[in-house]
């Protein structure tokens, strides 16, 4: 089972199973990893399971969450990554029985994946850089498509309080997510991708 681990000051303070599928962080009691410190946002952020995949999520905190160092809105987990919230880290680490789940390379180790955006604001291509890739609008509807070995899956994320479902090839996507195929068509939060391959 994956877990997070809690630090301060290089200082390990607890370590957390992540026995569901959403797990929220924040300063209020409420959340389920509950993180007493002023530079933490009462809800600041959550971790998200989908269909054997993670995501975190920033809640529009006002000191924002680091993956890594870098500021994410929403960012694919892996194993070992370290999420910044405020003066607090907390590691990613993968259960045993699910490390080394995704292979990550194609048979000749070059793979030209990427979804092509046909409509909205960002017209053009997107690649599948560490094989997965999250696009949307955060906090309304979000999806991902990631690599499991040769194939690659289409994962529907979030929908937001409208509960926007995403769609391949004009069928919802189902929990566990479903396989995606060349020239076929996920559409999320009112855009058309193409998924090239």
Do not use: W
């Not at 009691?29 to 920033?58: P, T």
């Not at 405020?86 to 590691?91: C, D, R, V």
């Not at 030209?112 to 850089?129: D, E, F, Q, W, Y």
């Not at 899956?153 to 997510?177: F, K, R």
């Amino acid at each position: 089972m994956a877990q997070l681990i809690l630090s301060t000051d290089g200082e390990i303070v607890d370590t957390f199973p992540l026995e569901t599928d959403v797990v929220t962080i924040g300063r209020h009691e409420d959340n389920d990893i509950h993180i007493d410190c002023m530079s933490v946002s009462g809800f600041h952020s959550r971790v998200v399971k989908v269909a054997n995949e993670y995501f975190i999520e920033d809640l529009k905190s006002t000191n924002h969450t680091f993956v890594n160092s870098d500021q994410v809105t929403m960012a694919p987990l892996s194993d070992g990554d370290v999420l910044t919230l405020g003066s607090h880290s907390l590691k990613f680490e993968l259960g045993e029985d699910e490390v080394g789940n995704d292979d990550g390379g194609g048979s000749n180790g070059v793979d030209t994946a990427r979804l092509v955006a046909r409509n909205g604001a960002n017209v053009g291509p997107i690649s599948i850089n560490g094989g997965m890739v999250t696009f949307g609008k955060t906090g309304e509807h979000v999806a991902a498509v990631t690599r499991r070995g040769d194939q690659y899956y289409c994962l529907h994320v979030d929908g937001g309080s409208n509960q926007a479902q995403t769609l391949l090839n004009g069928s919802p996507v189902p929990a566990e997510g479903k396989p995606i195929n060349p020239h076929d068509i996920v559409k999320v939060a009112g855009i058309e991708m193409e998924f090239i391959r």
